[in-house]
């Protein structure tokens, strides 16, 4: 595969002035370093002001696959590459609490309905029709399954499959759990103004705590719905990718 078409290049941003390639892990801080990086691209005043619509449906932001071959490559060797992670448990709970426990359009018909009709055993109708209503047991069993009646979706892929971190060299791995500090700690990195910090705020659905505030009430409560052998098979599944990953980080530290 030519190095342009890689997936990974797709999700990682560029920002030029500073010299930053930021790769984008869904629920872990995405939407805010999104902000960040308008405002170092001079494209924002502040990072506090920015709607989630131009966040996200904006195209305000370049991404690496949108330079040639060459450009790539001066990039990805010269520019600081940063990536932030978070624990799997954690990013896949606050993913299904997002898509599935608040009224989504584009989630419930093309994931819901699928999931709902292959692993809920005598589904009523109104769910098949509308795919609102996914239990997490079997959300999980959607990703466990090899053979799953729809593809995975970037709010919940393994993190290697969205930014490559064994082939791509990052030069700083901040983690979700810390995020404001590593955040502020990178920005202060790269130069950029003293009075840009980063957002503290959530994206969405901003009367809900965030996940990681509740662990491990939380954590407990949405696991309790699925059996033992399940769950003993989807952590082990899930931290193993995890430990993959977080060898790659001892290694760039």
């Known amino acids: 595969m030519e190095v342009r078409q890689a997936p990974a290049m797709a999700r990682i941003y560029v920002e030029d002035k500073h010299k930053i390639l930021y790769c984008e892990v869904p629920k872990a801080g995405c939407s805010n370093w999104k902000r960040v990086l308008m405002v170092l691209s001079g494209l924002a005043p502040s990072a506090d002001n920015i709607s989630h619509d131009a966040v996200h449906y904006g195209k305000h932001l370049k991404k690496l ?3 040639d071959l060459k450009g790539i490559h001066i990039r990805l060797n010269t520019y600081t590459k940063a990536v932030f992670v978070r624990d799997p448990m954690e990013r896949l709970v606050s993913a299904f609490r997002d898509k599935f426990e608040h009224p989504n359009s584009y989630y419930h018909p093309v994931f819901g309905k699928a999931i709902i009709k292959k692993y809920r055993p005598n589904a009523c109708e ?10 997490f047991k079997e959300f999980i069993h959607y990703l466990l399954d090899s053979h ?3 593809g995975m979706d970037i709010h919940w892929e393994k993190v290697s499959k969205l930014c490559y971190p064994c082939l791509i060299s990052y030069d700083f ?4 759990e810390t995020l404001e500090e590593d955040a502020n700690y990178f920005l202060q990195l790269i ?3 003293k009075e840009l910090k980063f957002p503290n705020f959530k994206d969405r659905h901003a009367s809900d705590r965030r996940t990681n505030a509740q662990v491990p009430t939380r954590l407990q409560q949405t696991f309790a719905q699925i059996s033992s052998f399940l769950l003993d098979l989807f952590t082990e599944v899930a931290h193993w990718h995890f430990q993959l990953l977080m060898t790659k980080v001892e290694l760039i530290i």
């Open 148 to 150: 799953r009646p729809v």
């Open 126 to 135: 109104e769910a098949l029709n509308n795919g609102s209503g996914v239990k």
């Open 173 to 176: 791995v901040g983690k979700f």
């Open 191 to 193: 130069g950029a103004p």
């Open 65 to 67: 696959d949108s330079f």
